[in-house]
């Protein structure tokens, strides 16, 4: 079922500016609907909306800045500013990023970009630093890596393990439309675990 929004009549008398203020904040996404917040620190910049997240704030600012370093000992830079948006909700993460409940974060190397649920969900599943280090080392990866290499990488750089057994004899198309996208959780981590486990081999 659809709503539709009826204009008002012209000789009423409801202001023009009113109204057409009232039909963008209808128009509003749960994404930009939010009391946005800005912190910042030495070559980051985190956009938040819950007071919650607040709270958690230096230690996320010591992951990223830590992360910094390590990637700059490898020899990969980082942009010299990354955003990181930090959604207070599911509703928020999803209409930002087109992606499913069961990705925690995205990294937009176009747009030096993470953006990432809310902490809470990290914190309870214990992956706040795993998830901030390896969304980094996708903004740092050298072009033109394959999809299934830069994500075991990143895992590697995380100190992520595979959760689930890799999927066997998968030709490297699949893989990568399987990583880009995955139809549930269990096949995403069985394609992770492939992709952390092709990255041990001989360079390909």
Do not use: C
Request: no cysteine; hydrophobic share 45%.
């Amino acid at each position: 079922m659809k709503a539709f929004l009826s204009l008002p009549h012209p000789h009423t008398s409801t202001p023009l500016l009113v109204w057409l203020t009232l039909v963008w904040l209808t128009a509003l996404t749960p994404a930009l609907a939010q009391n946005w917040q800005t912190a910042q620190a030495p070559g980051f910049v985190v956009r938040y909306a819950g007071g919650a997240d607040a709270l958690h704030l230096p230690e996320v600012f010591r992951v990223l800045q830590k992360a910094r370093q390590n990637l700059q000992s490898r020899g990969l830079a980082l942009p010299p500013t990354v955003r990181v948006v930090i959604h207070p909700n599911l509703a928020s993460y999803t209409a930002s990023t087109g992606l499913p409940w069961f990705v925690l974060a995205a990294a937009h190397r176009g747009q030096n970009q993470i953006d990432t649920q809310r902490l809470r969900v990290l914190l309870e599943r214990g992956t706040l630093e795993r998830t901030l280090r390896h969304e980094l080392f996708h903004l740092a990866q050298p072009e033109g890596w394959p999809r299934w290499k830069a994500e075991g990488m990143a895992m590697r750089f995380a100190g992520e393990q595979p959760v689930a057994r890799p999927l066997e004899a998968i030709a490297e198309a699949e893989l990568e439309r399987l990583l880009a996208n995955p139809p549930d959780p269990m096949t995403l981590r069985r394609a992770m675990a492939t992709a952390y486990r092709w990255t041990s081999r001989p360079q390909r």
